[in-house]
């Protein structure tokens, strides 16, 4: 079947506008994704560095010692 230079013309058209479009949407994807990544290495740095803080705290308190001398 062959077709009309109008039809193949046509044709090319939309092939060109739906490339662009989706390339668009990958752009917009990429993008989305990057910022997925980077919110989720903030995250995790801020919670490494809350389980730093936590463990430091627990270095630092004394423990505390039984009273078995007491009154009784």
Same mark, same amino acid.
């Given at each position: 079947? *062959?077709? &009309?230079? !109008?039809?193949? *013309?046509?044709?090319?058209?939309? =092939?060109?506008? =739906?490339?662009?479009?989706? *390339?668009? %949407?990958? @752009?917009?994807?990429?993008? @989305? &994704?990057?910022? !997925?990544?980077?919110? %989720? @290495?903030?995250? %995790?740095? /801020?919670? !490494? &560095?809350? !389980?730093?803080?936590? *463990?430091? =705290? /627990? /270095?630092r308190r004394t423990p505390v010692q039984s009273c078995d001398d007491g009154p009784g």
């Open positions: 079947m *062959a077709l &009309s230079t !109008r039809m193949l *013309a046509l044709i090319q058209k939309i =092939d060109a506008a =739906d490339a662009a479009h989706f *390339a668009k %949407l990958q @752009e917009i994807a990429k993008k @989305e &994704s990057d910022a !997925r990544a980077r919110t %989720l @290495e903030r995250r %995790l740095a /801020n919670l !490494r &560095s809350a !389980r730093a803080r936590i *463990a430091e =705290d /627990n /270095n």
